[in-house]
């Protein structure tokens, strides 16, 4: 939920360059628990689609949108028709798969005409720690990403992907950085326990107990800047 709130700006405007009328047909591909389809305006009048290859997040996007037509399924061979949607749409995805192939499945279940949009996706090759100390952090970070399968700098590719893909009228940006006002307590937790959870199996507890304290100090004197570039791109199937 956290991530969806932070990208609604980009978001919205990339819906906004579609220009998609109230009765478009909509995809996310790897929506998981729906907290981005469940930001989606209730103007358009079609039910959402959304597809995703674990079947308990399905079961929570369910809960947030009852009348969603959810498919448990895998991206890289999209269980659709060809031109089935006017657009399609991911969000912190492309990082997990073979991104070109899920592209390119997007692209066929996409109307000539219609959209595609990579919401974000997450650039760890560019990330800024300071203070110096706590670089150690988004490093190991990224090797433990590539450990899980996943590609740590799919940002900076998102546009080379598109024109592979076909794409025509590609945009692309990267969500700027923002650092007022104190994170919650949650929050901070949140972040903690996905590092821990990262990190586990190959950096011992009393290291990362002593990099959090640099971290919560650090942000107590307000010296602390912590800054992932996250990329979004958008493109449009060529019209026949």
């Known amino acids: 939920m956290e991530q969806a709130a932070w990208t609604a700006q980009a978001r919205a405007y990339l819906f906004a360059q579609a220009n998609?009328?109230?009765?478009?047909?909509?995809?996310?591909?790897?929506?998981?628990?729906?907290?981005?389809?469940?930001?989606?305006p209730a103007s358009f009048n079609q039910p959402a689609h959304g597809l995703d290859i674990d079947f308990e997040y399905l079961q929570i996007s369910h809960g947030l949108l009852p009348m969603a037509r959810l498919v448990c399924g895998d991206a890289h061979w999209l269980p659709?028709?060809?031109g089935a949607f006017d657009a399609c749409f991911c969000h912190f995805f492309l990082m997990w798969v073979n991104a070109a192939n899920v592209l390119i499945e997007m692209r066929r279940v996409t109307q000539p005409g219609g959209w595609i949009m990579a919401l974000a996706e997450p650039d760890y090759g560019g990330r800024i720690d300071y203070p110096e100390q706590l670089g150690h952090i988004g490093r190991w970070q990224a090797q433990a990403l590539r450990k899980q399968g996943a590609d740590p700098n799919t940002g900076r590719r998102l546009t080379s992907l598109f024109t592979e893909t076909g794409l025509v009228d590609i945009r692309a940006g990267v969500i700027g950085g923002e650092w007022?006002?104190?994170?919650?307590?949650e929050e901070l937790d949140s972040e903690w326990q996905v590092i821990h959870d990262d990190l586990k199996e190959s950096v011992n507890k009393q290291e990362l107990d002593r990099l959090r304290d640099l971290d919560e100090g650090a942000r107590c004197r307000g010296t602390r800047v912590l800054y992932v570039p996250v990329f979004y791109a958008a493109g449009r199937v060529p019209p026949v």
């Open 80 to 82: 659709y028709n060809s």
């Open 180 to 185: 007022t006002g104190a994170r919650s307590q």
């Open 20 to 40: 998609l009328s109230k009765g478009a047909r909509l995809l996310e591909v790897g929506c998981g628990t729906g907290a981005v389809m469940s930001s989606i």
